[in-house]
């Protein structure tokens, strides 16, 4: 998995071959078939073991932070989930953006879900240090319009994207919707 990983980080997805892999490992490509069947499973592994990572860092994040203003758990779910596509960036986003041109959007909905949950069971917190817990469906429209710009950014050039602007922005959407929903539920 390291080997592939460095290839892919060297050369990108496209030059990426079971050969290649098996070489950097030090192992014959006979060794590696015996535990993948092609390229496409090991990019799938990847992907999942990608992705599993940081829906793990998510919910832990979120969890420590529960008790964190608004823009203090915003902020830890924008740059916990696009730091997925930062640090080993090209890795990320190739594996991010492989597994959505594969159709594979299991990784996204699960965690489309695990947000959602926290979102309308644990709430987050307004800036009077009230918690607001969100609706199902107030979670969920909240949740898929984060998902969105998570997909488009995972699939966009990098050097075209002022993650700064869209960590505010973001911040801007999920603010207002919370603190808009807080001051419509109290009057």
């Given at each position: 998995?390291?080997?592939?990983?460095?290839?892919?980080?060297?050369?990108?997805?496209d030059?990426?071959t079971?050969?290649?892999?098996?070489?950097?490992?030090?192992i014959?490509?006979?060794?590696?078939?015996?535990?993948?069947?092609?390229k496409?499973?090991?990019?799938?592994?990847?992907?999942?073991?990608?992705?599993?990572?940081?829906?793990?860092?998510?919910l832990?994040?979120?969890?420590?932070?529960?008790?964190g203003?608004?823009?203090?758990?915003?902020?830890?779910?924008?740059?916990?989930t696009?730091?997925?596509?930062?640090?080993?960036s090209?890795?990320?986003?190739?594996l991010?953006?492989?597994?959505?041109?594969?159709?594979?959007?299991?990784?996204m909905?699960?965690?489309?879900?695990?947000?959602?949950?926290?979102?309308?069971?644990?709430?987050v917190t307004?800036?009077?240090?009230q918690p607001?817990?969100l609706?199902?469906?107030?979670?969920?429209?909240l949740?898929w319009s984060?998902?969105?710009?998570l997909?488009?950014?995972?699939?966009?050039d990098?050097?075209?994207?002022?993650?700064?602007?869209?960590?505010?922005?973001?911040?801007?959407l999920?603010?207002?919707?919370?603190?808009?929903?807080?001051?419509?539920?109290?009057g």
């Open positions: 998995m390291e080997a592939a990983t460095r290839l892919i980080d060297k050369d990108g997805l030059a990426l079971t050969n290649r892999i098996a070489e950097t490992a030090g014959s490509i006979g060794t590696l078939y015996q535990y993948f069947a092609d496409q499973a090991i990019l799938d592994k990847l992907g999942q073991q990608v992705l599993r990572d940081v829906t793990g860092k998510l832990s994040n979120l969890q420590e932070q529960s008790a203003t608004t823009d203090e758990q915003a902020r830890i779910l924008i740059r916990t696009f730091g997925a596509l930062d640090g080993r090209q890795v990320h986003r190739e991010i953006n492989h597994a959505l041109k594969q159709g594979n959007h299991r990784f909905d699960e965690t489309a879900r695990l947000v959602a949950g926290v979102l309308s069971s644990s709430g307004g800036d009077d240090g607001r817990r609706s199902k469906a107030e979670a969920f429209v949740t984060f998902v969105g710009v997909r488009a950014s995972a699939s966009a990098e050097t075209e994207l002022p993650y700064p602007q869209i960590e505010e922005a973001l911040l801007q999920i603010r207002r919707f919370v603190l808009e929903r807080g001051h419509a539920g109290s």
